[in-house]
């Protein structure tokens, strides 16, 4: 499936998120609800439900947050058009992806890279302040099975936050190790320089990518 997907888009080198996460669902994984409205485009009748999201969509901008390029808590349809035209109106846009939010998780951070020295390399972390301020992430040389999976999330410092920490539900370790063994196995091909899935929020059953790129070699 993956290389059918790199096959059909032969010349490119870079995806918008919602082709990535087309992909990602049609390999199996869940991925918020959501459409996708080209720049010229009238808006759709949505079939979503409030609260939504809003994101630029560009292949030349790396960075939604830097170009304040996400709306959040959209309640009704007056905010969702509003978000949308502004979005719209961002420097290299070519769309805005609409979907639902989605609820509160545990959010982590999973990658694959080509590195020049190791090859092909998955790296994984706890999102939010760890990866900003701790560099709280661990990395592995891909592909890997479930139990080098299994190792490579518990190398980071947070993983006792997956456990269950004073508290909180244990999140579904068999939906985040699937995530990372098809990351791996992905960047493993040798097709794609980067893959990068950030946020994936976790809970207690199951598993929601919130955002993904990915680039061509």
Do not use: C
């Not at 999201?53 to 905010?79: C, M, P, Q, W, Y």
Request: hydrophobic fraction near 45%; charged fraction near 25%; glycine fraction near 10%.
């Amino acid at each position: 499936m993956f290389r059918d997907f790199i096959e059909r888009n032969k010349g490119k080198t870079t995806f918008l998120e919602h082709e990535v996460k087309r992909l990602l669902k049609d390999m199996g994984f869940s991925v918020p609800n959501g459409v996708f409205i080209r720049v010229g485009e009238a808006m759709p009748q949505l079939r979503l439900t409030y609260p939504l999201a809003a994101k630029v969509s560009s292949s030349k901008i790396t960075s939604k947050s830097n170009v304040n390029g996400i709306r959040l808590g959209l309640r009704d349809e007056e905010e969702l058009k509003n978000a949308v035209s502004e979005l719209m109106q961002i420097e290299y846009a070519e769309g805005v992806l609409v979907e639902e939010m989605a609820p509160r998780g545990i959010e982590v951070i999973v990658g694959g890279i080509i590195d020049r020295q190791f090859g092909p390399v998955v790296m994984f972390g706890l999102g939010g302040v760890f990866v900003e301020l701790f560099k709280d992430t661990a990395f592995a040389v891909a592909p890997l099975k479930k139990e080098d999976a299994l190792w490579l999330i518990k190398q980071v410092k947070g993983y006792r936050l997956l456990e269950g920490y004073r508290g909180s539900p244990s999140i579904d370790v068999n939906s985040l190790l699937n995530i990372i063994t098809s990351v791996s196995e992905i960047i493993g091909t040798g097709l794609i320089e980067e893959i990068d899935l950030n946020p994936v929020s976790l809970y207690p059953e199951g598993a929601l990518i919130l955002d993904a790129k990915m680039s061509v070699r």
